[in-house]
């Protein structure tokens, strides 16, 4: 006896869309569990995870801060998985549009002006570009698996950042920490406000919002909707496959790169070898629960913000350990993949045939 899984003739419409809130509801019930085996009420345990991070006008600005990377690192992925291109390196092009950006405040500390901040800001797409093209060039030239280069790049990355901020680029004044010098005024990104939100948040709202445009009003996105679903069909329209996986890199690393710089600009304030709870690999768990659609991306973001402000408000409140927000969101894509899973596939039973059962006797 064998379990198979056999392609369902048609998917339900409203089954594909319901599957990211039964994914999340899923996943609030395995919470409730994981707290009471730890020896909490599982009520209060998912009151301070889901709940207490709506509760204050701090906490809610404190939302948007962590969804913006995660946002615009999304909506990047979410156009490369459309078109079949597994780009899964994001926290390395996370990682090398900080360190590319950050280049200008460090090697030219007296440049202060509003120059200085758009420089960063190209410099941090170009570093996430870069990084992005590299994987691409080795897939469409030698045939290379996107999916193992571009995450192995994630570890070269972060050694590379290392490497900086411990060495050629630490503060000379740092009192030997492994941190560059503290960028300052126009070397920041301007506030929205008197709290942490900066105008990052609007540039991640927009860049989801021309992707919207993109994918559904133009031809570009009819390229990658084709290339995505029928590659065959595609190429005998005349689309490219190897510069659909060259722009969806760029694309994508582009993305994933603005987001590293504004991230250090906005929040961090320096160079330091821990610049990232890890939204490049998060903003995979965002792309698929927002159906990779541009829009949808905005609110998965949000979604998966509070698992890292819930994560932090458990483990103060009630002593859960940090990695529980990791948990969570590992416990939410296997629910989302499941649920993907299962709307596409139903589960058959083959037992085993009367001439196998007498080959086996």
């Not at 006008?57 to 156009?79: F, R």
């Not at 460090?106 to 941090?124: D, H, K, Q």
Request: proline share 5%; glycine share 12%; hydrophobic share 55%.
């Amino acid at each position: 006896m064998r379990i198979e899984l056999e392609k369902r003739p048609e998917r339900a419409a409203v089954f594909a869309w319901a599957s990211p809130l039964i994914a999340i509801a899923l996943t609030v019930v395995t919470g409730g569990i994981i707290f009471a085996l730890a020896g909490v009420n599982p009520l209060l345990g998912l009151y301070v995870f889901f709940v207490e991070p709506f509760t204050t006008l701090w906490s809610i600005e404190e939302l948007i801060v962590k969804a913006t990377p995660l946002v615009l690192i999304g909506v990047g992925l979410s156009v490369a998985y459309r078109a079949n291109v597994w780009n899964i390196g994001a926290e390395g092009q996370f990682t090398m549009g900080a360190v590319f950006g950050a280049a200008v405040p460090i090697l030219a500390t007296s440049w202060n002006t509003p120059l200085t901040l758009v420089a960063m800001l190209v410099l941090g797409v170009i570093g996430g570009m870069v990084w992005g093209a590299i994987p691409a060039l080795l897939k469409t030239k030698t045939g290379a698996n996107e999916i193992l280069t571009s995450l192995m790049l994630v570890y070269v990355a972060g050694l590379l950042l290392d490497w900086l901020v411990r060495g050629p680029w630490r503060d000379p004044k740092g009192y030997n920490f492994p941190k560059s010098v503290s960028f300052e005024d126009w070397q920041t990104m301007p506030l929205l406000g008197e709290g942490r939100v900066n105008i990052g948040a609007l540039v991640a709202l927009a860049a989801a919002l021309i992707l919207w445009v993109v994918m559904s009003r133009t031809l570009k996105g009819f390229e990658v909707r084709v290339l995505g679903q029928a590659p065959r069909a595609g190429r005998f329209a005349g689309f490219s496959s190897d510069r659909m996986v060259l722009f969806a890199f760029l694309l994508s690393g582009g993305l994933a790169g603005l987001a590293g710089i504004m991230e250090l600009a906005g929040t961090v304030g320096q160079l330091q070898p821990g610049i990232s709870p890890g939204y490049g690999f998060t903003a995979i768990i965002v792309a698929f629960l927002g159906r990779l659609n541009p829009i949808g991306v905005v609110f998965a973001g949000l979604v998966l913000a509070v698992s890292y402000l819930g994560g932090e408000a458990a483990q103060v409140g009630l002593g859960i350990s940090d990695k529980t927000a990791r948990v969570f969101q590992g416990i939410l894509l296997f629910y989302i993949l499941a649920c993907d899973t299962l709307i596409l596939y139903r589960i058959r039973i083959v037992g085993r045939s009367p001439a196998e059962g007498r080959a086996h006797a």
